[in-house]
Nanobody, 115 residues
């Protein structure tokens, strides 16, 4: 079992920045992939960014060049740096980590971008 604690969401004006954090209860050296998803009411949860154990990253087209995912193995934490935020980035953001056996989700953190 892996517990995830997310933080860093909030209200920001368009063009601003936020950094989300997801702290895991297990050493992320044993985790294959870490990712951030987001969801707005009435829509499916969508992948925003992911990072593999080898630090390969992948981003949704809508956030490329604005968001950066990173991981700190010493702190067992994955981050999502979000710059140049737009109102359409407003959503609940979820952290997901995947081991060989299973995947685990965080509780979600609200990000609201005002125009």
């Amino acid at each position: 079992q892996v517990q995830l604690v997310e933080s860093g969401g909030g209200l920001v004006q368009a063009g601003g920045s936020l950094r989300l954090s997801c702290a895991t209860s297990r050493s992320i050296g044993s985790i294959n992939t870490m990712a951030w998803y987001r969801q707005v009411p009435g829509k499916q949860r969508e992948l925003v960014a992911l990072i593999t154990s080898g630090s390969t990253t992948n981003y949704a087209d809508s956030v490329k060049g604005r968001f950066t995912i990173s991981r700190d193995n010493a702190k067992n934490t994955v981050y999502l740096q979000m710059n140049s935020l737009k109102p359409e980035d407003t959503a609940v953001y979820y952290c997901k980590v995947s081991t060989v056996i299973a995947s685990y989700w965080g509780q979600g953190t609200q990000v609201t971008v005002s125009s």
